[in-house]
Nanobody
């Protein structure tokens, strides 16, 4: 199954910035919703940001005001601009495409994922 390809992670100091990219096939990128999950060892993946095909964004409370998600439909690429990074942002970041988005008491998620998980890109923020 085709997977998205994440890139742009790295090591950065507190307060620094990174821009993540996700390249995907047209079949994946045509999904209604795309987003970025992150995961630290021993914890479940957390939806960090999502964006609909019309550009409506969602941000987790922990990143609101610091992260910005955009998508370039012509290039089949999803981006996550991360500013004012904190050590707690350290995680593996994964790109996801799916049929829809829900935000409930149990948390936010992209459902109907249309592909296998990619390799992810590691973000490490030093204090």
């Amino acid at each position: 199954q085709v997977q998205p390809v994440e890139s742009g992670g790295g090591l950065v100091q507190t307060g620094g910035s990174l821009r993540l990219s996700c390249a995907a096939s047209g079949s994946i990128f045509s999904a209604n919703v795309m987003g970025w999950y992150r995961q630290v060892p021993g914890k479940e993946r957390e939806l960090t940001a999502a964006i609909s095909r019309d550009g409506s964004p969602y941000y987790a409370a922990s990143v609101k005001g610091r992260f910005s998600i955009t998508r370039d439909n012509g290039k089949n690429t999803l981006y996550l601009q991360m500013n004012s990074l904190k050590p707690e942002d350290t995680a593996m970041y994964y790109c996801v495409a799916g049929r829809g988005f829900s935000d409930s008491a149990n948390g936010a998620e992209i459902y109907g994922r249309s592909h296998d998980w990619g390799q992810g890109t590691q973000v490490t923020v030093s204090s």
